[in-house]
Nanobody
Framework: EVQLVESGGGLVQAGGSLRLSCVAS????????IGWFRQAPGKEREGVSF???????YHADSVKGRFTISSDNAKDTVYLQMNNLKLEDTAVYYC????????????????????WGQGTQVTVSS
């Protein structure tokens, strides 16, 4: 059974940085990817950043150049380094793992999520 536990959220001023961590016990990459969704009040859930077993990463256009996803396989942990945070980055961030191949093609964000974390709040203030 895969379990995802996030940490690292909090309150930060615009322009600041935070690093989120997701400890992924029981997770194996295989044909899966792991990363982060976020959901702000009144908005749809958005796929933010993902990484697969080859180290290939995906970042949504809204965070490119500011967010970086990485993994430490020895620690079963995925990190999301968030720099130059903006007010619109305020959301609950969810670690998620799921299938990233569909009909032989790689798909980002994963098209079928198997496991969700409990979420961690990120609030960016002016």
């Amino acid at each position: 059974e895969v379990q995802l536990v996030e940490s690292g959220g909090g309150l930060v001023q615009a322009g600041g940085s935070l690093r989120l961590s997701c400890v992924a016990s029981g997770f194996t990459f295989d044909e899966n990817a792991i990363g982060w969704f976020r959901q702000a009040p009144g908005k749809e859930r958005e796929g933010v950043s993902f990484i697969n077993k080859y180290g290939t990463t995906y970042h949504a256009d809204s965070v490119k150049g500011r967010f970086t996803i990485s993994s430490d396989n020895a620690k079963d942990t995925v990190y999301l380094q968030m720099n130059n945070l903006k007010l619109e980055d305020t959301a609950v961030y969810y670690c998620a793992a799921g299938k990233t191949y569909l009909n032989g093609k790689r798909v980002f964000p994963p098209h079928e999520i198997d496991t969700w974390g409990q979420g961690t709040q990120v609030t960016v203030s002016s």
